[in-house]
C-alpha cells in the first residue's frame, strides 16, 4: 500500500510537470504581414502651430497584432513618435499630432508620417503618409513690445530670409521684451495674436503663460535697435559702441567697495586693445599694473594689450595695485584663470595672498588669452618644501572659469611638460596642479599655458 502510494505521487507530479512544459510550448504562426486596411491623415494642409489627425485601420487574418509604431517628421526632423500597443487580428487608431512652428521650419513642407504595424511574429509592413503641407504663418505685421516702455513697429527688411528690424528705441544696454503680430488698444500684447517669447535658451512662440526675451550687450552704450531672424529665431540687439577708456581715474571712475575685507575701488571698465590709457591717481605704473593686461609708454600712461572687453577693475588701496580680470561669466576659451596657494600679485610689496578659494583677488589670478590655445599670468610666487614628499608650498592649477566646476574643465598639468623645477602632480587628490616641488624660492614669474604644444612654461622675471 505504501508502495502504490508512492507511485502515485510520483505519476502526479510527472503529469504536473509535462502540463507545466505545454504551457511554455511557443505559438506560431504560418508567415504574414500586417495590412493597411486604411491609412490616412485627414488635413491636406495646415499651418506651423496646428495638429493633424491620423486614422490607421490594420489587419492580420492569420497572425495577431503586436505594434505599431508612428514617427512624425518635418524637414527631416522628427518631431514626434510613439508605439502603440495593437491587439488581436484588427485594429483601428486615432491620433492628434502637433506640427510646432519652431526654427527653421520652410514654407510649403511635406509633413511625413511613418508607420510600421508588426505582429506578435516579428513581420512588418511600412508605410509612408505625405499628403499634408505645412504652412508658415502669415506675418503682416511684427511690434517690438518692452515689458516696460514704448512699443516700436519691426520691419521687413528681408523678404526671403525673413528678416524684420525696429529702430529708434533708446534703452539701457538690457531690455526684456516680446514680439508680436497684434496690438491691443494700449499698444501691448494682444495675445490673439502670433507672439515670440523666451522658449528654453532661445526664442520661440509662446502664450500668456510665457516668459519674455531678454537681451543684454554691455558693448552698447545702450540699445536702440532689434534685429529679428523669423526664420532661425534669433534676436540680435544694436546700437551705439562704449568707446574704449582713454582715461582712467581711480578716484573719480572707480567706487569704493569693501572685499575681503580689505578697502578697494572698483567698477566695469571697457578697454580696446592698443588703446592707451592715461591714469590718475597711480604713482608708478610699472608696480601699479598688471603686466599681462598693459605695456607701460610714461609717467602715467600705458596701453592695454590684452583683447578688448569690458573688465572688472579693482584697485587695492593699501597695496596701491590695479586688479584687471574678465567679467565673472567669461569662460574659456576667452578666458582662463588660476587658482591654488603660494602666489599673489607681481607687484612690491610682494607677498602670498592666494587660497584655494573665489572669494577675491587675492585668491585668484586671470590668465590672458594671448593667442588660440595660449594663455599667460604672471604672479609672485613663494616656495618651500612642505613636507617629505617634496611637494612646496606653490601649488596651483589652472581652471576653465572663476569658480568650481568639475575635474572636466580644469587642466591636468600632469599631461604637460612642465617647465623644471616646476612639474605636474599625479598624487590622489591633487592631481593636475602645478608644483614649485622640494626647492625653496621666490620671485615674480610668467607662466604661459600653451594647449597646442602641450607645455606650461614657467620664466622668473624677476
Known sequence: MKFAYKTLLVTVVAVLLASCKDDRVLVTYPESYPVFEKALVAEATITYGDSISLEVEITDDVTPLSTLEVLVVVNKEVIGSESIRTKGNTASVNRKYGIPFVANRPDNELVKVYLSSINVDGYTTD???ENTTARRPVIEELWF?????????????DAENLVYKSEGM???NTVSFRMATKLDKFKKVDWSGLVFGKVGDGV????QSGDPLTSSEPSLVGISQMTFDALAFTIEPGGKLLEPVTSLDIDGDLSPLVMASTDFRGGNIYFGKGVEVT???LTNLTNNLAPDYFEVTGDNTAVFVGPTAIYKAYYYVDGNYLYIEPLPDVIYP???WVCGTGFGRPSAPYETTSSWNWNS??????AVRIADGIYQVTIFGRNSDEDANGFGSLDFKFFFKRGWWDAAHEIDAAKFT???PFFGRTDEGNTGNINGGPTSFEGVFRVTLDENAKTITIVQTN
Do not use: C, K, Q, R
Not at 147 to 157: C, D, R
Not at 204 to 207: E, L, R, Y
Not at 361 to 366: C, E, G, M, R, V
Open 418 to 420: 612642465v617647465t623644471e
Open 204 to 207: 520661440g512662440v509662446i502664450d
Open 127 to 129: 508605410l509612408i503618409l
Open 361 to 366: 583677488p587675492f585668491d585668484y589670478a586671470p
Open 334 to 336: 576667452e578666458a582662463m
Open 145 to 157: 513690445v518692452p515689458t516696460a516702455g514704448s512699443t516700436y513697429p519691426m520691419t521687413l527688411l
Open 279 to 281: 591714469f590718475t591717481g
Open 170 to 172: 533708446n534703452f539701457g
